[in-house]
């Protein structure tokens, strides 16, 4: 008896269904609008964070605060719309892939679909937030900032526990970013063939800025967390507005704040054209 026949059926009927749903073309078209939603929110929290840096008159900002950027501007209620309809495509990607455990064009390791289902469901959230944001639930600053969750969890029994682990599980993202930049490992999940030489030099050249510069992001955010574990202090913990913050208060502030603010938006760029070339 094979280990197949083993599995029950509610298990065999999902994995079909997700190989269904993973094989129509609306998914593929879903996948790729989710890569350009993806990059235009970088894109925002990147510009608003140069343009901080320039002393034009920026800020530092969420993800969450860049949907509201969306929404103020012309037609941004149809902005917003198109931007939550690609953000969940993009969270319905990773997640099937996660489940499936392969694309139409390469399979996954264990570790990369615990890293899909992770982001899956972070962009999921981000989904619910966008719309949240549209229905007017969720118009302006935000109640659940990173300081009072971080204190709610830190009075749970094994809170420290928890928040220390969540810490060190971002800067472990963060170094995996790193990784993925300096190796070129990013590479592997796009259809460089198809890319003309100069296309693949920019394309590359994007790829490894916007992972450097998502490493120093994800690590600052995840020292800020084992930080509040360590010191039983939630005011040391950090968001993403907090992090690029945190940089433009450093000695070379402006310039560090300016680098990585240009390197998400390299990544920005890089998540837009990969919605041409991700293998899906």
């Not at 060190?168 to 995996?176: H, K, S």
């Amino acid at each position: 008896m094979t280990t197949t026949s083993l599995r029950p059926g509610p298990v065999r009927s999902a994995q079909r269904g997700g190989e269904e749903v993973a094989h129509r073309p609306e998914f593929e078209w879903l996948a790729r609008a989710g890569l350009v939603a993806r990059g235009v929110v970088y894109g925002i929290v990147g510009i608003l964070a140069l343009k901080l840096a320039v002393g034009s008159g920026g800020k530092a900002t969420t993800q969450r605060g860049a949907l509201i950027t969306i929404a103020n501007q012309p037609f941004g209620h149809a902005l917003l719309i198109v931007t939550a309809i690609g953000l969940g495509g993009y969270a319905l990607w990773r997640l099937v892939r996660a489940g499936i455990g392969h694309g139409t064009e390469q399979d996954d390791s264990s570790f990369r679909r615990v890293a899909g289902a992770a982001s899956g469901l972070a962009y999921a959230a981000l989904c619910v937030t966008a719309v949240k944001i549209l229905t007017g639930a969720s118009s302006s600053g935000g109640s659940n900032s990173p300081r009072k969750t971080t204190g709610g969890v830190l009075d749970w029994t094994g809170g420290t526990v928890i928040v220390g682990v969540a810490g060190a599980i971002l800067i472990g993202v963060a170094l995996f970013q790193g990784y993925k930049g300096v190796s070129k490992k990013f590479l592997d999940d796009s259809k460089t063939r198809e890319m003309s030489r100069e296309v693949k030099r920019g394309f590359t050249a994007i790829g490894i800025f916007g992972h450097l510069a998502r490493m120093v992001v994800f690590g600052l955010i995840g020292y800020g967390l084992v930080k509040a574990a360590v010191d039983y202090d939630p005011r040391t913990a950090i968001g993403l507005d907090g992090a690029l913050s945190k940089l433009s208060h450093n000695s070379y502030g402006p310039f560090l704040l300016g680098v990585v603010a240009a390197g998400l938006i390299g990544f920005a760029l890089y998540s837009i054209a990969d919605a041409r070339y991700a293998k899906i």
